[in-house]
C-alpha cells in the first residue's frame, strides 16, 4: 500500500510560481508511474502532467505546456510539479497518483483511472 502527501500550495497571484511537492511511502516508488490531477470547484479531475518511473518520459496537457514542469527524485520517493506563469484558470485542489503500469507496455498513462494511489491534494489559488 502506497500512500502519497502533497505539499507546497498555496495562495500566489498570476504570474507567480509554485512548486508542490509529491513523497510517496510504503511502497517501491521507483515502480510507479507519477501522475498530476486538479479539480477546480463545479468541475471534473483533469489530468495535468505524468511522468515514467525513470523520470525518462513526461506528458503534460495542452493548458499547462511550456508553464509546469514534471520531475521526480526516485532516491527522495518524490515527485515534483514546478508551476510558473500561474493564472487564475489554473486554481484548484492538486492531486498527485501513483500508477503501476509495469505489467502493460506503457511507461505512463494520462487516464485518470489507471491510478492506482492517490495524495488527498493540496490547494492552489491564484489570484488576478
Known amino acids: 500500500q502506497v500512500q502519497l502527501v502533497e505539499s507546497g500550495g498555496g495562495l500566489v497571484q498570476a504570474g507567480g510560481s509554485l512548486r508542490l511537492s509529491c513523497t510517496a511511502s510504503?511502497?517501491?516508488?521507483?515502480?510507479?508511474?507519477m501522475g498530476w490531477f486538479r479539480q477546480a470547484p463545479g468541475e471534473e479531475r483533469e489530468f495535468v502532467t505524468a511522468i515514467s518511473w525513470t523520470g525518462g518520459f513526461t506528458v503534460h496537457a495542452d493548458s499547462v505546456k511550456g508553464r509546469f514542469t514534471v520531475s521526480r527524485d526516485n532516491a527522495k520517493n518524490t515527485s515534483y510539479l514546478q508551476m510558473n506563469n500561474l493564472t487564475p484558470e489554473d486554481t484548484a485542489v492538486y492531486y498527485c497518483?501513483?500508477?503501476?503500469?509495469?505489467?502493460?507496455?506503457?511507461?505512463?498513462?494520462?487516464?485518470?483511472?489507471?491510478?492506482?494511489?492517490w495524495g488527498q491534494g493540496t490547494q492552489v489559488t491564484v489570484s488576478s
Open positions: 510504503g511502497g517501491t516508488f521507483s515502480n510507479y508511474a
Open positions: 497518483a501513483a500508477a503501476d503500469l509495469r505489467s502493460s507496455s506503457r511507461v505512463l498513462t494520462s487516464n485518470l483511472w489507471e491510478y492506482d494511489y
